[in-house]
């Protein structure tokens, strides 16, 4: 099936990515509201559970040998006839790590673009996302021979990602190693306070222990996006025609055992990873070559907020 290419100028070509699509994806996210500050910490600049000096009060207790006369509260002192003293919060840059798979499964794609590009726009919107919130940003795949990119702010953060994004999704990387390696990757990283952005084919997803899943999210903020297609979740009944490494093949999709197959290949995955991550308390989102690349981040500020 051909690639639909659509009217908007944010996503002319459906195949490949481009550098300067995923720059203008920014508008996107400057364009949106920021979000209310949750226990999760969807705005920035992030606030570290440390204690100490800042610009953010935390609480008042009482003094201890060493505080600060400065930081003294004279009104609860007053009131309690003890001394307090005022905490404050520590504020620092938090780290946005994108995690890309690049499985040749998401080289594919029958609506808007392909999965890859679809990919490559939504860990874009994550980036300017975090800048946005003043955050740090970073990337890695499942090499072995490439380093990720390494965290920065602003433009000289972003505009690094934006391009191996680009480099990443224009075709299957030959050295592809997978998911469970960027994974283990991510791991070994990923402080505490790190926002963690999966970028994922379902399949990919299963490929991983729920040991590492939770390694990757404990004491960070991890979110898992599911790359779909409208195909691959609700075929035609009909005859359908594919090209597949060279080869034509025809499928009879009204058939009940091909529509079996079908489900089994691409539908079910889907269900079971978001069960899977669901279990085990991770956030994941499905996202279709047909939404909005920044679509997910409405379902990011919905969970957010019902924990808040």
Known sequence: MAVKTPASPAANSGTQPQLAQLIGLRELVQRRKPAKRGRLGVSGPSMSPLRGRGMEYAESREYQHG???????WRLTARTGKAHSKVFQVERER???????TSPRLYFGTRVCFKSVQAARLGAVAVWQAIKDGDRVAALRGSRAEEPQRPASGMRGALPVLNALRRWYTEPPTDDGGLA??????IRLAKPGTRVVVLADPRSVLDIESSQWAALSQHKELLVLLLTDPLELQPPSAYAAFRSQGQAIKLDLSAAATRDSWDAQFAAPLRQAMADLSRIGVRAAAVSTADAPDAWLDLVRQSVSQVA
């Open 181 to 186: 390696m960027a994974v283990r990757h991510a």
């Open 67 to 73: 505080d600060d006369a400065r930081h003294m509260d």
């Open 95 to 101: 780290l946005t790590l994108l995690v890309a798979d």
